[in-house]
């Protein structure tokens, strides 16, 4: 059981977090998350998520005192978000609430990862894989099965009842579901490996197919189980690390607390897919996905891959309203297709902030990425990510971070 003075600690933490999230710069801020994904040319949101946080204790700022179990996640939860608050000059996904997340589990359809992993700093998840190819054999198919959704309601019960009691007085407590998030060939990739996949598009394209339609089915599986079991909820402040506040399409609103895929982002990618031809990338992974995707309500595409020379192919998602821009995209041709139809979700490079943090390039890159939104109306929002260090040194995202505000203050006017 936590003690009174714990309880304390996680109340006070609280009381800060509900003052943040209810100021009226988060408000603004929160404005902007939805008019930009509604395509408004409003000042671009920026992010910095999948943060190497067991780097990041500046100045003691996440260091934690309570030993209940149930109570040091959420104090961790709310250091972390007062820490983005007080060091970070950018935006912040928070809201005047605290999430529970449903509870289910997954049976998953019958593959298991086989891998070996080396690394190099224990207290990183940032690990070396090698992975066994698992799909070698084409009779392993037969092991497939649809995926099994089990709702777990008596949990989510206890976990509200849980936290209710500790904060409810302080911050509201409310219990959602969840988003979709689909990449199947990073998942194919870690059980074939990403070279055998590459020679099979030449040397044996069925094969790939096979797997590829059971994914599919797969996925379907798992949509219709979560839809029936309201485990979806387009309430969801990120959207893989982006901003996920969008105006739902006309007559998609919600009735009440029941939620389906129409009104959920649906969100996948194809990193594996850098290396291969647009049409390619189109029979093998785009044409699977669009009639899922047509289920929901918008569609966003993207991740590490470049993009800018098959944005024409992403197009035949009808819903398609987000596209990432990774570091090795041209950022120029894909502002240009882009327009002012989607939104250009750009990702900086991460190595810029690795080891040693030079505003310069900072300021140049981010510039190049603001002049071409503007040169060709784009809406556009920055998330920081895959961020598998900083070399220990905190002050390198506060850099990041304070650079690109002063960069988007002379486009867009000050936010501060």
Known sequence: MPTMKEISVIREL????????????????????????DLKLVRPPVLIDEIPWHEMNFEGALDCVC???GLRG??????????REKYFRCDNLIEPCWVVHKSYSNTGIGFDIKEDRIAIDKNNHIVS???????????VLEQYHDPIITPHPETDARNMAYIQEIVGDTIPVVLRGHGIYYPPWDRIAMLRGVEPILMDMYDNPEYLHKIM?????GMQSEMDQMEAYNLYDPRLMSLHCTPGQVTLPDGSEPIGDVFGCRHIWFRTMAQMFSSV?????????VQYSLPLAARCAYTYYGCCEPLHDRIDVLKQYKNLRKVGVSPWADVWKSAEVLGGNYVLSRKPNPANVASVTDPEVIRREITETV?????????VDFTLKDISTVGYRPQNLMVWAKTVSEVLDRYYGKDW
Not at 213 to 217: C, D, G, P, S, V
């Open 129 to 139: 894989h090698r992975y066994y190819d698992v799909f070698e054999d084409e009779a």
């Open 67 to 69: 030993e209940d179990a």
């Open 213 to 217: 339609a059971l994914f599919t089915r």
């Open 14 to 37: 609280a009381k800060q977090y509900m003052e943040i999230a209810m100021s009226d710069r988060h408000v603004r801020m929160r404005a902007r998350f939805r008019d930009t994904n």
């Open 277 to 285: 031809s647009p049409a390619m990338h189109d029979e093998f992974d």
């Open 371 to 379: 002049e071409a939104a503007q040169k060709f109306g784009c809406p």
């Open 74 to 83: 959420m104090e961790y939860g709310l250091r972390v978000a007062l820490y």
